[in-house]
């Protein structure tokens, strides 16, 4: 069983910054993958960035050069940094943990960036 928490949600002026992030608590040794996703109204939750199990971490193309992110394999943390705020990243954000039995998800954080 593992918990996640995210934090760091907020409003935000177009051209600021972010910074989110997701502790997992639990059975951490359960987890190979982390990573962020988000989600507006009436729209398909589509993934923002993320690792492999192997470490390697991709981007959503509508982010690239902008979002930063960050894991921490031994404490199972991860941030997500975003710079260059644009009134389409408003989302619902969501923390993702990919285990060996199971998926989980965090409660999600608000994200609006004001023209």
């Known amino acids: 069983q593992v918990q996640l928490v995210e934090s760091g949600g907020g409003l935000v002026q177009a051209g600021g910054s972010l910074r989110l992030s997701c502790a997992a608590s639990g059975s951490r040794g359960s987890i190979k993958t982390m990573g962020w996703y988000r989600q507006n109204p009436g729209k398909q939750r589509e993934l923002v960035a993320g690792t492999t199990s192997g470490g390697s971490v991709n981007y959503a193309d509508s982010v690239k050069g902008r979002f930063v992110f960050s894991r921490d394999n031994a404490k199972n943390t991860v941030d997500l940094q975003m710079n260059g705020l644009k009134p389409e990243d408003t989302a619902v954000y969501y923390c993702?943990?990919?285990?060996?039995?199971?998926?989980?998800w965090g409660q999600g954080t608000q994200v609006t960036v004001s023209s």
């Open positions: 993702f943990a990919g285990g060996y039995r199971g998926n989980y």
